[in-house]
């Protein structure tokens, strides 16, 4: 098991946002929800850096940041519909004047080689969301490259343990549920030394 902390021979990779995605989907619930929307959202402005012994996956550590603010509806909506999404995530679910960022920084992290580059990670963490931090735990394939990384996984998220109030939308006709499919893809590249 990798615990986070400098190790000797670690090397540090930087996300690569550009060639990375990291999708939210909620989930409409209710009678309505057979018809109702289940809005796919990006997160656009976010970064981190990730530390590990190449080949061994020794001294791992995933560090996290992301604006709440770039957010972004991915579906396709009437101009008005995706306006007041965006006003409901970005002031009654988010509160992004107050909280406008959200961490994720790892504690632990498990490795388990399963082909000579190919590893499946255990990875255990605090997750910062709207003022609150929770242990949050997550797996991923990851795949190594000479300087990068690929990493693809999923999680989710209860709004309710964030102390966030679960969307309602059109004067309550429309729901979302509790939970969050939290899915990335991230492309990493190693720090450049100097």
Not at 76 to 89: N, P, T
């Amino acid at each position: 098991m990798a615990q986070s902390g400098v190790g000797v021979g670690a090397v540090q990779y930087v996300i690569d946002k550009r060639a990375s995605q990291f999708t939210i989907q909620a989930f409409a619930s209710g009678l309505i929800s057979v018809v109702a929307h289940s809005p796919k959202i990006a997160v656009r402005d976010w970064e981190g850096e990730v530390q590990f012994v190449p080949d061994s996956v020794d001294d791992a550590h995933v560090s996290i940041r992301a604006r709440t603010g770039s957010l972004e509806v991915l579906d396709e909506l009437s101009r008005d519909d995706r306006r007041q999404l965006q006003r409901v995530m970005y002031e009654e679910v988010l509160e992004i004047e107050r909280f406008p960022e959200f961490t994720f920084v790892s504690s632990a992290i498990e490795a388990k080689r399963q082909k000579e580059s190919l590893f499946q990670c255990g990875i255990n963490g605090r997750l910062t969301l709207h003022g609150v931090s929770n242990n949050q735990s997550f797996a991923a394939q990851v795949a190594f490259g000479v300087d990068s990384f690929r990493a693809y996984g999923e999680f989710t998220v209860l709004q309710t343990d964030y102390g966030i109030t679960v969307a309602q939308i059109a004067g309550g006709t429309l729901k979302l549920q509790d939970e969050l499919k939290c899915s990335f893809y991230v492309i990493g590249r190693r720090k450049s030394q100097g």
